[in-house]
């Protein structure tokens, strides 16, 4: 999903901003429950680390019902397209209805949380999107139509992205500092468990309640759907306690509801730098090979390589597993060394290899998953930041919503050619397809490198020389 990498940004502005940015962890009121005054158990107390950490376990499991049921489509792709009687273009809308809204939403999340909502109601809110939009969508199944499987997507992705951004928000306001190199990770890291258990228990969950029922069919999916869809729920309690929980600091530390912090001015977009577009391309072409790649592979493991069903399910889950523990410690490696550009191009010929060894040769499909699950985790920790690079820190926002933006519109369009390509062509073109996708990326990949040296950019720098800089300009 598109807002899981917003947590990257939302590192590189912390950090940037040292100590501006409110937390709970910091408050001058924090003492107060420790020094004087009544006392209360650790475990209680917002400002100390026993309550935080329970704070974090409810936040990192805010999002994971909205990560478990964006690839439900996936994890029943056989199911879905057999019961249903759709072609895979048919089925691929599913997707292009969740990226859709997106186009559009990604500008104005930040803004309905910091001016319209708040922080706790505007998770509530838009929790119950996502509820809302996994039952519309399994009752679709449950009564054999398709578009109000449509229309339940397309209610899934108005609270899927903005729930991202905040549980963003959620983060930045109880951690600061150092803690959120981990609270981000682990963040990521939950919501890539939500995605491996999907893949790897709908399938099974399906065929379970087909023995009960003595059938498959579009009931047995919409059931199945429905029960999936219960993550969901829980996520929406998540929402309501942790809402509960900041309220409650709120008052005790007499602290500010935490805010995006996000400004977006569409005029912004006429003054970026050639480096922003690139780095745009590079986001577009790369991830429109990776997740709609995902979201028909089930398929393409069961006919090219005669998996079982389970097996195809778990090699096409692979990418999120590695991911889990993957990005953290890869993050941490791009903040150590810097040269995010090279670290980007080698993300980018990576996941060209993988592709082509699953396009062209009969080779086992583990390794080339596996080398994409690296490559996209990597490929995640090295490109958001660059952003915080090329542009002032007034346009952040501006830049950060336009590249969700044009990425969503690239995951809509490409999820509906995949489809048609698939259905005219089969697994090879698409393959191909793909592979054509990871070139142009690799080929601004290149343009960046040379803009950036020829402009005496900081992209490619490493973090020593990009931390004697910013001393420089602070010395200045």
Known sequence: ???????????????GDGDSIPSIASSPSSKKSNDG??????????????????VLVIMCFLGFGSYFCYDNPAALQTQITGDMKLTTASFMLLYAWYSWPNV????????LIDRVF????????????????????????????FWLMEAGRFVFGIGGESLAVAQNTYAVNWFKGKELNLVFGLQLSMARVGSTVNMNMMGWLY??????????????????????????????VCALVLGYLDRRA?????????KTGEVIKLSDVKDFPLSLWLIFIVCVCYYVAVFPFIGLGKVFFLEKFQFTPA??????????????????????????????????????????ISHMMLAFTFWNPWIAMSLLGLSYSLLACALWPMVAFVVPE???????????????????????????????????????FFSACVCISLVAVVMLYFVDLMRGGDLNLSARQRSELEKRAVAE
């Open 118 to 145: 708040g922080i706790r109601l505007g998770t509530v809110i838009f929790s119950l999107f996502v509820c809302v939009g996994q039952v519309i969508f399994a009752l679709g199944g449950l009564f054999n139509a």
């Open 394 to 432: 007034h346009q952040l926002g501006t830049a950060y919503g336009f590249m969700q933006s044009i990425q969503n519109l690239g995951l809509a369009v490409i999820a509906i050619v995949a489809g048609a390509i698939l259905d005219n062509r089969g697994y090879l073109f698409l393959e191909v």
């Open 37 to 54: 005054g009544s006392r209360m158990w650790a475990i209680c107390d917002p400002s100390r680390l026993p309550h935080r950490l329970i």
């Open 207 to 236: 065929q379970k309640i087909a023995e009960t029922r003595g059938s498959t069919g579009y009931s047995t999916l919409g059931v199945s759907l429905l029960l999936g869809g219960t993550t969901c729920i829980f996520s929406l």
């Open 104 to 111: 559009v939403l990604c500008f104005f999340g930040g803004f």
């Open 311 to 352: 097996q195809a399910s778990a090699v096409n889950s692979i990418v999120y597993i590695i991911s889990a523990p993957a990005s953290p410690v890869l993050g941490l490696l791009v903040d150590k060394t810097g040269k995010n550009i090279i670290w980007v191009m080698c993300a980018v010929v990576v996941t060209l």
């Open 1 to 15: 999903m598109a807002g899981s990498e917003e947590r990257r940004k939302l590192l590189e502005e912390n950090e």
């Open 250 to 258: 709120e008052r005790i530390l007499d602290k500010e509801q935490g």
